[in-house]
C-alpha cells in the first residue's frame, strides 16, 4: 500500500528564515504529487501539485517544491517565510494505475513563523 | 461561490446517538470524499464515491454510512456515535485526480461524549 512521510512534525522558524519540509513516499510506479496547507480554523487549500515535467514547480505564495524521482520526495521550500505562512502542510500523493485514484495524505507538518 | 459545503461545522454527541453530516458540492464533480483529521494523524479515508449510486469503503470506515443518491451531495451517518470518533470531518471533491486535486469543505468539528 502506498505511505507517505512527512519527517518533521513541528517547524519553528522566525521571519524571513528558509523553509524546507521533507515529503518520501513508498510507490515506485507514476505519481501525481500535491501540497496542501491549512490555515488554522481553515480547510485545506492546494499549494502546489506535479503531475509531469519540470520536477521544480512552483505554487502560490513564493513556495516551491522539488520532485525528485530516484529519492522518492517532493519536498517544500521557501525563500523567506512570513508570519503568514503559520499552518499545517500536508503531502499527499495518487499513485497513478493501481485502480481508483485517490490521494493518500502525510501525517501534516505544523509551521510556527515567529515575527 | 462554487465549491463544497458541509454542515454542521460543529456538534456535540452523546455516546451511542446518531447523526449525518452533510456534504454538498455544486461543481458537478464525480468523485466525492469523506475524511477525518485526528491530531498527527493527517488524514484518513472514510469512504468515497465515484459518481451517484456508487460508494465503496476507504481506511477506517467502521461506524460510518454513506450513500450518493445525487451528483450533489454526499451525506455521512453516524449510527451509534462513540468516542472514538471525535474528530474533524472533511469533505471534498473532484473532476479527476490528474487536473485539479480535491477541493475541501470547511470541515464539521464532531466531538463525542
Known amino acids: 500500500a502506498q505511505s507517505v512521510s512527512q519527517h518533521n512534525h513541528h517547524v519553528i522558524l522566525s521571519e524571513a528564515a528558509s523553509l524546507e519540509l521533507g515529503c518520501n513516499y513508498s510507490?515506485?510506479?507514476?505519481?501525481?504529487l500535491f501540497w496542501y496547507v491549512q490555515y488554522p480554523g481553515q480547510h485545506l487549500q492546494l499549494l502546489l501539485k506535479?503531475?509531469?515535467?519540470?520536477?521544480l514547480v512552483k505554487g502560490i505564495k513564493g513556495f516551491e517544491a522539488e520532485f525528485i524521482k530516484s529519492k522518492f520526495s517532493f519536498n517544500l521550500r521557501k525563500p523567506s517565510v512570513q508570519w503568514s505562512d503559520t499552518a499545517e502542510y500536508f503531502c499527499?500523493?495518487?499513485?497513478?494505475?493501481?485502480?481508483?485514484?485517490?490521494?493518500?495524505f502525510g501525517t501534516g507538518t505544523r509551521l510556527l513563523v515567529s515575527p | 461561490n462554487a465549491g463544497v459545503t458541509q454542515t454542521p461545522k460543529f456538534r456535540i454527541l452523546k455516546i451511542g446517538q446518531s447523526m449525518t453530516l452533510q456534504c454538498a458540492q455544486d461543481?458537478?464533480?464525480?468523485?466525492m470524499y469523506w475524511y477525518r483529521q485526528d491530531p498527527g494523524m493527517g488524514l484518513k479515508l472514510i469512504y468515497y464515491?465515484?459518481?451517484?449510486?456508487?460508494?465503496d469503503k476507504g481506511e477506517v470506515p467502521n461506524g460510518y454510512n454513506v450513500s450518493r443518491s445525487t451528483t450533489e451531495d454526499f451525506p455521512l451517518r453516524l449510527e451509534l456515535a462513540a468516542p472514538s470518533q471525535t474528530s474533524v470531518y472533511f469533505c471534498?471533491?473532484?473532476?479527476?485526480?490528474?487536473?485539479?486535486?480535491?477541493?475541501f469543505g470547511s470541515g464539521t468539528r464532531l466531538t463525542v461524549v
Open positions: 461543481m458537478n464533480h464525480n468523485y
Open positions: 471534498a471533491s473532484s473532476y479527476d485526480m490528474t487536473t485539479f486535486g480535491y477541493t
Open positions: 510507490y515506485g510506479g507514476t505519481v501525481n
Open positions: 499527499a500523493v495518487n499513485a497513478l494505475n493501481t485502480g481508483f485514484q485517490k490521494l493518500v
Open positions: 464515491s465515484v459518481g451517484a449510486g456508487i460508494t
Open positions: 506535479y503531475f509531469s515535467g519540470d520536477p
